[in-house]
Nanobody
Framework: QVQLVEFGGGLVQAGGSLTLSCAAS????????MGWYRRAPGKQRELVAT???????NYADSVKGRFTISRDNAKNTVYLQMNSLKPEDTAVYYC????????????WGQGTQVTVAS
């Protein structure tokens, strides 16, 4: 079982910045991929960014150049630095991990609200 603790959501003005963090703990052999998804009101959950244990990253086109994902493997923690925030970034952001324990499993956190005011 994995536990994810998310920090950093809140209210920010358009053009501002926020940093999200997510720490994973629990029973697993390794965490292969960590990342963030988001769900805006009335929309489906979508990928924001992911990062592998080797440091390879993947970003949604809508956040490229504005968001940066990073991770600390020793702390099993993933970060999302969000700059130049736009009102359309308003959503609940969910931490995501793919971990290994007698197989590979996907798990999402409870979510943290990010609201960007225009």
């Amino acid at each position: 079982q994995v536990q994810l603790v998310e920090f950093g959501g809140g209210l920010v003005q358009a053009g501002g910045s926020l940093t999200l963090s997510c720490a994973a703990s629990g029973s697993f052999v390794s965490i292969n991929t960590m990342g963030w998804y988001r769900r805006a009101p009335g929309k489906q959950r979508e990928l924001v960014a992911t990062i592998t244990s080797g440091g390879s990253t993947n970003y949604a086109d809508s956040v490229k150049g504005r968001f940066t994902i990073s991770r600390d493997n020793a702390k099993n923690t993933v970060y999302l630095q969000m700059n130049s925030l736009k009102p359309e970034d308003t959503a609940v952001y969910y931490c995501y991990v793919r971990y290994a324990l007698l197989g590979e499993y996907d798990y999402w956190g409870q979510g943290t609200q990010v609201t960007v005011a225009s």
